[in-house]
């Protein structure tokens, strides 16, 4: 049996692999990816509590990438099972298909999300928690995605994001959803903020 200093010693390069990995991704296409590396365990974290695990109903994330916040939803008590991951980099995809296998992983563009998961989808989902960079993204497209989310989640399920900007990603000021901002989440590259919204 190893002993735990063995342990701890090669679990370090799963976290470095992933990073380079993300690094890699980010020089290639720099507004596909939006970070340069994976979100913190902190940031996970916030982002995970906002699910609850007793809803019913599968729980979508968006841009997953290496799956941080994905590990954070599981040690939240969400079941694998529950899980449909959208990732359109097709060797993340491939990277959590091995590392979540009762998950669902659905390699395409999250901004086209309602056509990409119709069929997948057998009731409405209890939350999206989204990776994207949506800053990234002309308002139009972040609205159409706001809409698709909106229409496959049960009523007033949260729909989690979190940005580095200093701006909302979605308009607070729109009649039809409810929005609410965590605190600054300094232990994280960069510091991040989290938001959650709800359809009224």
Known sequence: MPSPSTIRVAKKPLRLDDEMQFIRSWIEKPLSTGAVVPSSKALARNMARHVDPAATGPVIELGPGTGPVTAALVDHGIDPARLVLVEFNPDFCRLLRKRYPAA????????????????????????????????????????????????VMK???????????????????????????????WLNLPPARVWVYRGR
């Open 104 to 151: 669902t992983v659905l390699q395409g563009d999250a901004y086209r999300l309602r056509r990409l998961v119709e069929t997948t989808l057998r009731e409405p989902a209890a939350a999206i928690v989204s990776s994207l960079p949506l800053l990234t993204k002309p308002l139009r497209t972040r609205l159409r995605l706001m809409a698709d989310a909106v229409s």
């Open 155 to 185: 009523q007033s399920a949260p729909f989690v994001q979190f940005t580095y900007g200093l701006v909302p990603p979605i308009p607070k000021t729109l009649a039809s959803i409810s929005a609410e901002a965590s605190n600054l989440i």
